[in-house]
């Protein structure tokens, strides 16, 4: 199926660095969502972005919803270890039947 | 809260067995849940859409006879893997969407490995 462009693939930082993750499409999205994956366990929702523009944060996450509704970006300020796994970003095409469309993920690992 | 359950965890099974997943949402009400494969370092492939009181939508190349999909309540579908094979041995998840929502939230996986 479709699958969204997200960048980058993997990342390797140091604890106490900020953190920066972006999804891109060619259509247009309604919804954007951000999960984190740990290894063996199910996604968890991090944050959902609903308007055009809009800017919504989780404690040290922040993510946006790109104004040309193609695109999101996902923030992780001061990195901490605990932070370590696969984050996917996920949309809801317009027109689509609420079913979402997931990004190939980013593998962020944060060095002590 | 939003939580969803899966059950099992592990699952070890031989060939020509069958294996039933099951998957709840604990403290909201789910007239939709999603089920999804997982390959190791790649993205959730979603193979069929699960809606309570009707058939499941799969997805392009998912077998609906190999893969049997029941979502009998508003709290828990099954997907059943019948006649398994090694070549299904995989990490499979649900997911259960909120009504009136377009958030999903995730169970917790299940692996299966087909001996």
């Not at chain 1, 499409?25 to 609903?50: C, H, M, R």
């Not at chain 2, 499941?56 to 828990?76: C, M, P, R, W």
């Not at chain 2, 009136?100 to 001996?115: A, C, H, I, K, W």
Request: hydrophobic share 35%; proline share 4%; with cysteine.
């Amino acid at each position: 199926g479709q699958q969204l462009n997200q960048s980058p693939q993997s990342m390797f930082i140091q604890e106490g660095e900020d953190v920066s993750m972006n999804c891109t499409s060619s259509s247009i999205f309604n919804t954007w969502l951000w999960y984190k994956q740990d290894p063996g366990e199910g996604p968890v929702l991090l944050i959902a972005l609903y308007k055009a523009g809009e800017l919504t944060s989780n404690g040290r996450l922040t993510a946006q919803f790109g104004i040309t509704r193609k695109d999101s970006f996902l923030n992780i300020s001061a990195s901490i270890p605990s932070d370590v796994g696969i984050y996917f970003c996920a949309g809801q095409p317009s027109g689509s039947a609420r079913q979402l469309t997931f990004g190939s993920g980013t593998q962020l690992t944060v060095l002590p | 809260g939003a939580v969803v359950s899966q059950h099992p965890s592990r699952v070890i099974c031989k060939s020509g067995t069958s294996v039933k997943i099951e998957c709840r949402s604990l403290d909201f009400q789910a007239t939709t849940m999603f089920w999804y494969r997982q390959f190791p370092k790649q993205s959730l492939m979603l193979m069929a859409t699960s809606n309570e009181g009707s058939k499941a939508t799969y997805e392009q190349g998912v077998e609906k006879d190999k893969f049997l999909i029941n979502h009998a309540s508003l709290t828990l579908s099954t997907l059943t893997v019948t006649s398994a094979h090694p070549e299904d041995s995989s990490f499979y998840i649900c997911s259960a969407r909120r009504d009136m929502s377009y958030e999903q939230y995730f169970g917790p996986g299940t692996r299966l490995t087909v001996t």
